[in-house]
Nanobody, 118 residues
Framework: EVQLQASGGGLVQVGGSLRLSCAAS????????IGWFRQAPGKEREGVSC????????YYADSVKGRFTISSDNAKNTVYLQMNGLKPADTAVYYC???????????WGQGTLVTVSS
């Protein structure tokens, strides 16, 4: 059973930084995408960033390009999202997700709240 454990959210001021972590376990396939979605109050969930397990290709939503960086530590089976230059618009619950089709992840972790205060 695939399990995703997200952590690292919190309250930060505009321009600040946070790093989210997603500890993953239980994958039986070596070909999948893993990353982050977010959902702000009153808005639809959106994909933020992901990376592929096989070749490490990355994807970023236009709204976070140049500010967020996704990375992984394979020894720890953990994926990170380094978020710099945070804006109030980044306030959301962030979810770690994974699956063979990034547009429709098969697995979800619990959300972690990121609040950016102005």
């Amino acid at each position: 059973e695939v399990q995703l454990q997200a952590s690292g959210g919190g309250l930060v001021q505009v321009g600040g930084s946070l790093r989210l972590s997603c500890a993953a376990s239980g994958f039986t396939s070596d070909e999948y995408a893993i990353g982050w979605f977010r959902q702000a109050p009153g808005k639809e969930r959106e994909g933020v960033s992901c990376m592929t397990s096989r070749d490490g290709m990355t994807y970023y939503a236009d709204s976070v390009k140049g500010r967020f960086t996704i990375s992984s530590d394979n020894a720890k089976n953990t994926v990170y999202l380094q978020m710099n230059g945070l804006k109030p618009a980044d306030t959301a619950v962030y979810y770690c997700a994974a699956g063979t089709d990034w547009k429709r992840p098969d697995y979800w972790g619990q959300g972690t709240l990121v609040t950016v205060s102005s």
